[in-house]
């Protein structure tokens, strides 16, 4: 089955820093540009930090600027999502979500070829 799978969300504390781990299943991510997005209860879909399948980054979110980086292990398949400086307003259900080479500024669904199921933080003392 091709699928993306999320993991690493959890609790964390305003302050701390987590790390989200993205990995492919039933494919290879050497040609995909992976993307990060999340969504609090009744707020929009946010498009965060994506890199391109050549390593090129491109830092979508400028709630997120200066704080959250992505990054690539081709050789494990996984993307990883680097979150510092966590806020409350970071809480959300996170998602990576995959399409061909280029990252592109769309948080549509449609647009992009492989979802994961969405991993939760919960930003909070």
């Not at 494919?27 to 969504?39: K, N, S």
């Not at 890199?51 to 494990?76: C, E, L, P």
Request: charged fraction near 20%.
């Amino acid at each position: 089955q091709l699928q993306l799978v999320e993991s690493g969300g959890g609790l964390v504390q305003p302050g701390g820093s987590l790390t989200l781990s993205c990995a492919a299943s039933g494919f290879t991510l050497d040609d995909y540009a992976v993307g990060w997005f999340r969504q609090a209860p009744g707020k929009e879909r946010e498009g965060l930090p994506c890199i391109g399948s050549n390593g090129d980054i491109s830092n979508y979110g400028d709630s997120v600027k200066g704080r959250f980086t992505v990054s690539r292990d081709n050789a494990k398949n996984t993307v990883y999502l680097h979150m510092n400086s966590l806020k409350p307003d970071d809480t959300a259900i996170y998602y990576c979500a995959a399409a061909l080479y280029y990252c592109f500024r769309t948080v549509y669904r449609d647009d992009w070829n492989y979802w994961g199921q969405g991993t939760h933080v919960t930003v909070s003392s």
